[in-house]
C-alpha cells in the first residue's frame, strides 16, 4: 500500500502551513499587503459593460459614421471652454468700489451657478431613478438655484462685508441647500438620491480639501516635513477614490467614469497647476 506523503495529506485534510521561518513570514507579509493594496485599488471594482451598453455600443459602431464619432470626441469639450472663455472675458471692477458696482463678478456668480447646477441636474438624470426633467424644468431649475445663490452672496455683501473672503468655500450652504431641497421635494427620500448627495458633497469636499493641502504644502517646505507632505498627496488621492467608489458602486458601468471626471481629473489639475507654482 502507498502511503500519501506528508503534503498531500495535509492538503487533502484542509491543512494550513503557519510560515515557521523568516523567509516565510515575509512572504506572508507581502502577500497580505498585496491583497490589503488591491482591495483599495478602485480599478478592481465596476468598469463591467452591462448587456444593455454592450448592444448599444455595437449598435453605434455599425451605424455611426467615424466623421460623426471625430466631431463629437473634439466638440464634446467646446461649450464649456466657451464658456469659460466668456467668464474670463467679463471684466472685473475693483473691489473698493463695493459690490453695487461690481456687476462683472456677480454675472461670474450667475453663471458659475448654471454651468455647476445643470452638471449636477444632468448627472442626477443617469445616477438617480425616476429623476427625468424636462427641457422648460431644467431651465426653471438651473436659473432658480443660481438666482438664488447670487442673490443671497449680495445679501451677504451688503449686510457684512465685500469681497466675501473665500467666496467658493464660505457660499457653499447657499448654493448646496436649494438644490438639495429641489432633488428632494422633486424625488422624494430614496437610498439612491442620498448616495447621489454624498456624491455631489465628496465633489465639494475635493474643492476644499485641496487648497487645505496646498496651505500645508506651502507651510512644510521650508521644513523637514516637506517630504511626508508630498507622500500624502497620493494618500489623499485614493482615499478619496475610495469615497467616490462608496457612492457610485451601484451603478458599475459608470464608477470609472465617475472617477477619472472627479478625482483623477481634479488631482491632475492640482498638479499641473498648484505644485508647479510651488
Same mark, same amino acid.
Given at each position: ?31 497580505c499587503l498585496v491583497r490589503l ?22 449598435k453605434y459602431t455599425r451605424t ?42 456677480? !454675472? ?76 428632494? !421635494? ?11 448627495? !454624498? ?26 516635513? *516637506?517630504?511626508?507632505?508630498?507622500? @500624502? ?29 472627479? *478625482? ?6 492640482? @498638479?499641473?497647476? !498648484?505644485?508647479?507654482?510651488?
Open positions: 500500500m502507498i502511503h500519501p506523503s506528508l503534503a498531500e495529506a495535509k492538503a487533502r485534510s484542509g491543512y494550513i502551513q503557519i510560515p515557521t521561518t523568516s523567509c516565510d513570514r515575509v512572504r506572508a507579509a507581502f502577500n493594496w488591491a482591495s483599495l485599488q478602485v480599478s478592481y471594482y465596476g468598469g463591467r459593460y452591462s448587456i444593455e451598453r454592450v448592444l448599444a455600443l455595437d455611426t459614421s467615424l466623421l460623426r464619432v471625430f466631431v463629437v470626441c473634439v466638440g464634446t469639450p467646446m461649450p464649456m471652454v466657451a464658456l469659460v472663455t466668456l467668464q474670463e472675458l467679463l471684466p472685473l471692477q475693483e473691489p473698493e468700489a463695493g459690490w453695487r458696482r461690481n456687476y462683472g463678478f456677480w !454675472c461670474r456668480v450667475f453663471m458659475l451657478g448654471v454651468i455647476v447646477s445643470h452638471t449636477y441636474l444632468i448627472q442626477g438624470k443617469y445616477m438617480v431613478d425616476g429623476f427625468a426633467p424636462s427641457s422648460w424644468q431644467l431651465v426653471v431649475f438651473v436659473l432658480g438655484i443660481s438666482g438664488t445663490y447670487t442673490g443671497i452672496g449680495m445679501i451677504v455683501a451688503a449686510n457684512l462685508v465685500f469681497p466675501i473672503p473665500f467666496f467658493y468655500i464660505t457660499m457653499t450652504p447657499a448654493f448646496y441647500v436649494p438644490l438639495l431641497i429641489l432633488l428632494y !421635494c422633486t424625488l422624494g427620500k430614496s437610498r439612491k438620491l442620498t448616495k447621489y448627495v !454624498c456624491f455631489i458633497a465628496t465633489q465639494k469636499m475635493m474643492g476644499m480639501l485641496y487648497p487645505i493641502y496646498q496651505l500645508l504644502f506651502h507651510r512644510a517646505s521650508t521644513t523637514d516635513f *516637506v517630504l511626508p507632505v508630498i507622500l @500624502l498627496l497620493p494618500v489623499v488621492k485614493l482615499v478619496v477614490k475610495n469615497v467616490v467608489l462608496y457612492f457610485t458602486h451601484h451603478l458599475e458601468d459608470l464608477t470609472p467614469e465617475a472617477v477619472i471626471f472627479t *478625482v483623477d481629473f481634479y488631482n491632475a489639475l492640482y @498638479l499641473a497647476t !498648484c505644485m508647479e507654482s510651488a
